[in-house]
C-alpha cells in the first residue's frame, strides 16, 4: 500500500488508561504515532476474515492494522473517517506477543 500521511492519530480509551497505569508503554506509543502521523499505513494489514469477533464487537472494527513494537509487543489500530478531519489512525490496543496469540487464535492458553 502506498505511503499516505495522517492529519492525526488517537489513542483508544482503553489504551490511554493503560498507559496512565504503565508509564513504561508511553514512549513506544508516542513513536508509533509518530510514524503513524507519517504513513497511516505503516502497519501489516489483517485480512478482514482474520479480525477478530470480540474487535469487531467491542470497537465495531472493520479495518485493522497490527504495529511490531520492541520486546514482542504489538499494538493493533484501525482508520477511521473523522468529520472535519479526515481518516485517521486509531491505536486501539497494547499486546504481549503471548495474549497477541491468543487473541488471535494461535494459542489457546
Sequence with gaps: M???????VY?????SEMLEREPRFRRWID???DVLRDNMFAG??????LIPRAL?????VTNLY????????????????????GVCPVILMLLSHGD?????GYRDS
Design 100 to 104: 497477541y496469540e491468543r487473541l488471535f
Design 56 to 60: 469487531k464487537e467491542r470497537y465495531g
Design 31 to 33: 513513536e508509533m504515532a
Design 11 to 15: 489513542v483508544s480509551r482503553e489504551l
Design 2 to 8: 502506498s505511503r499516505r500521511p495522517s492529519p492525526a
Design 66 to 85: 497490527r504495529y511490531r513494537l520492541p520486546e514482542g509487543y504489538r499494538a493493533l489500530y484501525t482508520l477511521l473517517y473523522f468529520e472535519g478531519v
Design 44 to 49: 501489516d494489514a489483517i485480512p478482514k476474515r
